[in-house]
C-alpha cells in the first residue's frame, strides 16, 4: 500500500518561512491535498490539487512538488498558524494520509 | 453554508455494533461522493471509507474491510457507517467529509467512538 512520510515537527520564527515536506514514491505523478488541524478541531483544507486555495483559505498557504516529495510553504508564519498539518493522495481507489506535522511558532 | 454533522458515536464493548450518521445541508449531496476518516488518540488521520454520488461505488481501508459497511440516503442527505465486531483499536473520532476531486473539502466536527470492556 502507498505511503506517505512526514516529519514528527517543524519550528518556524513568527514572520518566517515553513516548509512541511510529505515523501511519497513518485508523489509527483499525483495531486496532493494538504490539511491544518488545531487541538479539537476538524482538519481544514488548506490546499488541493497540489496548489489550489479552497475559497477564503489565506495566500499564505502554498504546495508544491517534485520527485517523490511534495511540499507545503506557509509564508508569513503567524500564530494561528500552530497546528498539525497533513498531507494526503488518492491512490489505487484509497484516500491516503501523511503522518502529520506539527509546526510551532516561535 | 455547507455543514454536515455526524452523529451516533458512544461507548461500546468489544465485539459490539453501533451505527454512525451524519446529516448533510448547505449543498446537492447526490452530487458528491462521501467518505469517513477517523482519528485515533494522539495519532492521525485515517480513512475508513467513501461511498460514490448514487452509492454504487465503494471502498474500503483494510483494516474495516468485511466489518465496516457505508450506504447513504440521498433522499434524506444523510451518510451511514454500519461498524459491527468492533475491536479497541477502532476507538477515535471518526468523521464524515465531503469528496471533491479526491480531497475532503468540507469536515464534520466528528463523533467520538469507545471500544472497551
Known amino acids: 500500500s502507498y505511503e506517505l512520510t512526514q516529519p514528527l515537527s517543524v519550528s518556524v520564527a513568527l514572520g518566517q518561512t515553513a516548509r512541511i515536506a510529505c515523501g511519497g514514491d513518485?508523489?509527483?505523478?499525483?495531486?496532493v491535498h494538504w490539511y491544518q488541524q488545531k487541538p479539537g478541531q476538524a482538519p481544514l483544507l488548506v490546499t488541493h490539487i497540489d496548489d489550489s486555495r479552497p475559497s477564503g483559505n489565506p495566500e499564505r498557504f502554498s504546495g508544491s512538488k517534485s520527485g517523490n516529495t511534495a511540499t507545503l510553504t506557509i509564508s508569513r508564519a503567524q500564530a494561528a498558524d500552530e497546528a498539525d498539518y497533513f498531507c494526503q493522495v488518492w491512490d489505487s481507489s484509497t484516500l491516503v494520509f501523511g503522518t502529520g506535522t506539527k509546526v510551532t511558532v516561535l | 453554508q455547507v455543514q454536515l454533522v455526524e452523529s451516533g458515536g458512544t461507548l461500546v464493548k468489544p465485539g459490539g455494533s453501533l451505527k454512525l450518521s451524519c446529516a448533510a445541508s448547505?449543498?446537492?449531496?447526490?452530487?458528491?461522493?462521501m467518505s469517513w476518516i477517523r482519528q485515533a488518540p494522539g495519532k492521525g488521520l485515517e480513512w475508513v471509507a467513501y461511498i460514490g454520488r448514487s452509492g454504487g461505488s465503494i471502498s474500503y481501508a483494510d483494516s474495516v474491510k468485511g466489518r465496516f459497511t457505508i450506504s447513504r440516503d440521498n433522499a434524506d442527505n444523510s451518510v451511514f457507517l454500519q461498524m459491527n465486531n468492533l475491536r479497541a483499536e477502532d476507538t477515535a473520532i471518526y468523521y464524515c467529509a465531503r469528496i471533491q476531486l479526491w480531497s475532503g473539502d468540507y469536515w464534520g466536527q466528528g463523533t467520538p467512538v469507545t471500544v472497551s470492556s
Open positions: 448547505g449543498f446537492t449531496f447526490s452530487d458528491f461522493y
Open positions: 513518485n508523489i509527483a505523478s499525483k495531486n
